[in-house]
């Protein structure tokens, strides 16, 4: 019981774990032959060791669980290709409010760090919240038509949509999810995400 605990409190073990289970996703989807379940786990495996890119030959200190973040949150897309996203109602908003606060967490950094290396550049807290909340929003947009032109793309083609859409009702309540992922950032990045802000900063100055 006692190493279980450790393990779930040790960020390096959860991100492992999270890279086993999108290991599974992948054979499962190898062994029915699901192209769209082999490509999404693919990129998501892909996408799970970016922190670890990014810190390492950037050299940007990540808060300590970032990979651990973000490789749950592409897990949990990757098992909701297999059937959750068609079984359980709310795993598609689930999905949508972490990867959507992912994103603004990228945009708090890149913002934040303008505005520490520019003097002239003074944006308040609230202001800087609702831009979080925007840069989620937008990204979100890019997703939902990137996705339909894919899917579109693929029909053309004679292959299978490795992306599923199921219609404009459902995609604009992604973006309401994809909001409440930039609400998330806006209330609580400011602590885990000075530090990457501030070395950004420095790396601007430069």
Do not use: C, K
């Not at 999404?40 to 495996?45: R, S």
């Not at 299978?160 to 409440?180: C, I, N, Q």
């Amino acid at each position: 019981m006692h190493s279980l605990r450790s393990a779930l409190l040790d960020p390096r073990q959860v991100t492992r774990a999270a890279r086993a289970g999108i290991v599974a996703v992948l054979v499962v989807g190898a062994f029915t032959r699901n192209v769209s379940v082999i490509v999404n786990a693919t990129g998501a495996l892909a996408v799970s060791y970016l922190p670890g890119v990014i810190r390492r030959d950037l050299d940007v200190p990540l808060p300590p669980w970032t990979a651990a973040y973000v490789a749950v949150a592409v897990l949990l897309h990757g098992v909701g290709m297999v059937a959750l996203y068609d079984d359980v109602w709310w795993w598609d908003h689930l999905t949508h409010v972490l990867s959507a606060s992912v994103v603004a967490g990228v945009g708090y950094v890149v913002v934040t760090a303008f505005d520490e290396h520019d003097r002239r550049i003074y944006i308040p807290q609230p202001f800087l919240g609702a831009y979080v909340v925007a840069f989620a929003l937008a990204a979100g947009v890019v997703w939902e038509v990137g996705e339909e032109a894919m899917r579109q793309l693929a029909i053309a083609g004679g292959f299978e949509p490795v992306l599923v859409v199921y219609g404009l009702e459902d995609s604009v309540l992604d973006l309401v999810f994809d909001a409440g992922g930039g609400v998330v950032v806006a209330l609580f990045g400011r602590g885990p995400l000075e530090e990457p802000a501030r070395h950004l900063a420095d790396r601007l100055r430069d």
